[in-house]
């Protein structure tokens, strides 16, 4: 009976051994990384293999992305670099625009401008930039709030003359519907940042600087492209935003954005479109709108992907994925994957089944 207890006890031990000596610390359970504000190249990366995912999937990935004319690719997990890959002469300083997946810079700076009490998203907007901003009758613009801009839900038409419109000058932003019982993905929501330059008594792109960018240590800059300022900046300042949106507005122990505030804003914001936030989109819920179309479709976003997933979706195939789940943040930048689109398309469900290839 003895010989047997002390063979038992040393088959366990030997079995412990080697499971410690084989086994992979979870991602999850790893401390989050964030690169230094010092403007140094610096910053920590974990291999495929210490992950335990897949190599082979890699360069199919690769292939992928090259064929559909990605410029930039970035996976983060815990803020380390897993992957990081240049396209077509694309490289770590080249700068790049976000197009609209930069809604979401405009989101956040909401966040911010309200948590210094300088504005309240239930306020409505001619509060802030006065009356006659848009084409309507007055009780009709007196409908529309901050809140509505940054859902989609202002009622105000998205097309001028039978035509999808971007414009923002005052002719152009007609009454469609009251606000708060329609969903438009519409040019409109950059009103905001004027409410938040009035309110700042500042230009945007200083308050944007001072608030976030500076506070992230990203680099980057606005520029006028016909009715909308877009951002543009290099790849790993995408990745930083992205960075700081998984850890729900913190950086590095800073809380730049109240996690309330944010919490709310990557939330199902209105009962219209379920699978948008404040300027973010959401994936895993029931249904969901497209831009230029009032009609409702099944099932998620991009079912291929984690459900808990939140994207700045971008014309031409601009992405930020962020997966909390997963404790990781994906960028791809670059032309339009096939055809021109406003921000989702056929592209990101077939990316994100090369994606979950790295670590199924």
């Known amino acids: 009976m003895k010989q047997f207890f002390l063979l038992s006890m040393l088959l ?9 000596s084989t086994a992979t610390p979870a ?4 401390q989050m990384y964030f ?76 966040g911010i401008a309200q948590q210094e009490g ?30 509505n801009l940054i859902t989609m839900t202002s009622g105000i038409d998205d097309y001028v003359n039978g035509v999808y419109s971007d414009a923002v000058t005052p002719s152009s932003l007609n009454y469609k519907a009251d606000a708060g019982t329609r969903w438009a993905y519409s040019n409109v929501y950059v009103k905001m940042q004027d409410v938040i330059a009035t309110v700042a008594g500042q230009s945007w792109s200083n308050y944007f600087n001072i608030k976030l960018r500076d506070k992230l240590g990203m680099n980057g800059t606005w520029i006028q492209s016909n009715n909308n300022v877009v951002y543009w900046s290099t790849t790993r300042s995408m990745a930083r935003f992205g960075l700081m949106a998984l850890n729900k507005g913190n950086w590095n ?20 479109n379920v699978s948008y936030g404040y300027l973010w ?26 459900n808990d997933m939140f994207m700045a979706l971008g014309k031409n195939d601009q992405k930020i994925y962020v997966i909390p789940s997963k404790k990781m943040v994906v960028i791809r930048m670059g032309d339009a994957a096939d055809s021109a ?8 469900e077939t990316l994100w089944t090369k994606i979950t290839a790295l670590y199924q």
Not at 27 to 30: C, N
Not at 42 to 63: C, E, F, H, M, R
Not at 281 to 306: D, M, V
Request: proline share 4%; with cysteine.
């Open 12 to 20: 366990l031990l030997l079995s412990n051994c080697s499971s410690n």
């Open 27 to 30: 991602p999850v359970d790893e």
């Open 35 to 110: 690169p230094p504000n010092d403007g140094s190249t610096t910053w920590q990366t974990k291999t495929i293999a210490a992950l335990g995912w897949n190599q082979s999937a890699v360069q199919p990935l690769l292939d992928y992305l090259q064929l559909k004319n990605a410029k930039s690719f970035m996976i983060l997990v815990n803020g380390r670099i897993v992957m990081e890959n240049y396209f077509n002469g694309h490289s770590e300083s080249s700068n790049w625009y976000w197009a609209s997946a930069g809604k979401t810079l405009t989101s956040m700076m909401t």
């Open 118 to 147: 300088l504005l309240n998203i239930d306020n409505k907007v001619s509060n802030y930039i006065g009356t006659g901003w848009t084409n309507e009758t007055l009780s009709q613009e007196n409908l529309i709030t901050c809140k």
């Open 253 to 272: 122990g800073l809380q730049v954005v109240n996690e309330n505030y944010f919490t709310q804003a990557t939330t199902t914001s209105q009962n219209i």
């Open 281 to 306: 989109w959401l994936n895993g819920k029931a249904s969901y709108h497209l831009p230029q179309t009032q009609q409702e479709f099944a099932g998620s976003i991009i079912p291929t992907a984690p």
């Open 341 to 348: 689109n406003l921000a989702l398309s056929t592209f990101d």
